[in-house]
């Protein structure tokens, strides 16, 4: 079992940044991938980003490409989320998700976190 407990999510204005972070429980995290998938109002979830167990491999859905950056530190048990030049359609909650195998899927993961709020103002 792998509890996730996401945090730093918050209102900015476009333009601006925000890192998430995902802080995950157990002995076992380095063994997982994992994910950042969004869900803004009215629509379906979206892979953002993955990374492998030991970050070897990223995967970034296009339309955040070059503007943000998925990263682990298998020490602290914690994924990140850096968001770059923010637009108000990245304005989503964003979840933290794991499971043993990466990939680029919205929903075929395990493991979810509660997700945590990010609102981007025009």
């Known amino acids: 079992q792998v509890q996730l407990d996401e945090s730093g999510g918050g209102l900015v204005q476009a333009g601006g940044s925000l890192r998430l972070s995902c802080a995950a429980s157990g002995r076992t995290f380095s063994s997982y991938a994992m994910a950042w998938v969004r869900q803004a109002p009215g629509k379906e979830r979206e892979f953002v980003a993955g990374?492998?167990?030991?970050?070897?491999?990223?995967y970034y859905t296009d339309s955040v490409k070059g503007r943000f950056t998925i990263s682990r530190d298998n020490a602290k048990n914690t994924v990140y989320l850096q968001m770059n030049r923010l637009k108000p359609e990245d304005t989503a909650v964003y979840y933290c998700?794991?499971?043993?195998?990466?990939?680029?899927?919205?929903?075929?993961?395990?493991?979810w976190g509660q997700g945590t709020q990010v609102t981007v103002s025009s």
């Open positions: 998700a794991a499971d043993q195998f990466l990939s680029n899927s919205a929903s075929n993961w395990d493991f």
């Open positions: 990374i492998s167990e030991r970050g070897l491999r990223t």
